[in-house]
């Protein structure tokens, strides 16, 4: 059974079934290229069945170093940028309470993340939160080169070895890069930091089921068998090539056949702010595996209620380039009600009894309708709750949908040329040697 619904009612005065039906054979063409591996960036596909094939020892090893950095640490900070820390990130800010740094020991060690911009003020001000507290680092970089985490890396691995010595930096500081390669990889080795290792084949908008996000998460408290469980349900329902079986590949066509009307932005809006660094997880992970040779989705996110009151107007009467992708929660873990006043001074009291996930969920619904109405097609997809096994599921339907959508767009989705150009151009005005 699938913890993830696709409800696409919304959708049918924008395209047709038979439109949808259309691009069958072109999916069966790129399902094929993905499977067998003979389609652009197939040294890339590693993310495919890794649920599957990920190694017990391999779980185990970063059960045990989560337990020894929670028994050890008050304060847990994650250094990486992009797809070395937005997937970690976003399970904790879904699975865990809204405040859970504000917990104290018994929820384990606070988590912060570093070296994901290169401001002053934020990593200074870190330094001041973190001052007092014992201070564990996982410093997680594929490339091992990357500027913004290798210079909060400089600056956190001073603290912690100023504060317990080169000895006890090593007990805090573990390391996840490259099997053997890049510049991380020559200190871990050197200072004999604790590893783990990024696959080959995995890229960094691909790898939070690696140590990359599983590690981080795992500190947190959680339940990452559950969380791998979830995404091997996933790999299952959405390795089917029939679009009447596999709603990743139904979401991608979808996708492609709106981006084709016309409608060149993609905003996921969520109604819960559990899912809000979710949708920074999904805009990385389709932004920079479809935005190339000038073609490609521009996916955006809001989080409603909050935002309707401030997108909400550009949504309903603006350029009408856009469709949405309504992501849900189908019931909260806890349910709150709300009271009654005596003299119904806000004229609330209809709603009296009622939980807000009722309320919330007509927010979406009425909102769904006028955006619709408003001529914005669009579609939701419904997360049965929040639960590791259903984050699972989540994080492996949009690999596939956007490896999916990339191929029907006609782009390799497993790489990011783009990327380097601010890095050269960053690079000469530092006068960096060489460049
Ligand atoms: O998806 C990607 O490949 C990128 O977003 C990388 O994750 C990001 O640039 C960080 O790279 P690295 O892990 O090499 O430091």
């Keep these: ?46 993310w495919l069945h890794l649920p599957s094939s990920i190694p017990d020892t391999n779980v185990a090893e970063i059960e045990s170093t989560a337990r020894s950095v929670r028994d050890l640490c008050e304060a847990f900070i994650v250094v990486g940028i992009g797809g070395s820390y937005l997937g970690s990130r976003a399970g904790i800010s879904f699975l865990n309470s809204s405040f859970s740094n504000q917990f104290g020991r018994q929820g384990g060690p606070e988590i912060y993340f570093a070296g994901q911009n290169i401001s002053s003020d934020y990593h200074a001000d870190l330094f001041d939160l973190i001052a007092g507290r014992d201070v564990c680092l996982n410093v997680i970089s594929k490339s091992g080169t990357t500027t913004e985490p290798a210079i909060a890396f400089r600056l956190l691995k001073e603290m912690v070895e100023n504060k317990y010595g080169a ?66 349900r996933g790999e299952t329902i959405y390795s089917k090539p029939s679009l009447d079986q596999n709603d990743a590949y139904r979401y991608a066509v979808i996708r492609q056949l709106l981006y084709q009307k016309g409608k060149t932005t993609e905003i996921l809006a969520t109604f819960q702010p559990a899912f809000g660094y979710l949708a920074e997880w999904w805009k990385q992970l389709a932004g920079e595996s479809e935005g190339k040779n000038l073609k490609g989705i521009f996916p955006a996110s809001v989080g409603f209620t909050s935002d309707l009151h401030s997108m909400g107007q550009w949504i309903q009467e603006g350029n ?45 619904l009425g909102t769904a309708n006028a955006h619709k109405e408003g001529g914005v097609p669009n579609m939701t997809l419904k997360v049965k709750d929040r639960s590791p096994y259903s984050l699972g599921q989540l994080f492996y339907f949009f690999e596939r949908a956007v490896a999916m959508t990339g191929c029907l767009n006609g782009v390799n989705p497993f790489d990011q040329p783009g990327v380097e150009f601010y890095k050269e151009n960053m690079f000469k005005l530092l006068g960096k040697p060489g460049i």
């Design 1 to 46: 059974m699938s913890n993830l619904s696709l409800n696409c009612e919304n959708l049918k005065s924008f395209i047709s079934d038979q439109e949808v039906i259309n691009l069958q054979a072109q999916v069966n063409l790129c399902h094929d290229q993905l499977e067998g591996g003979t389609g652009e960036g197939a040294d890339y596909l590693g």
């Design 167 to 232: 000895d006890g930096a090593r007990d805090r500081i573990v390391v996840t890069t490259d099997s053997s390669q890049g510049a991380l990889k020559s200190l871990a080795n050197d200072l004999g930091y604790k590893t783990f290792v990024i696959p080959d084949d995995v890229g960094g908008r691909y790898s939070v089921l690696t140590p990359v996000g599983l590690f981080p998460m795992a500190v947190a408290g959680i339940n990452i068998r559950e969380l791998l469980e979830g995404a091997r």
């Design 320 to 364: 009408r380039n856009i469709f949405e992708t309504f992501l849900t929660l189908e019931a909260s873990r806890r349910q709150l009600k709300i009271p009654a006043f005596q003299n119904d001074a806000d004229g609330l009291n209809y709603l009296a009894g009622e939980t807000l996930d009722r309320v919330n969920e007509k927010a979406w």
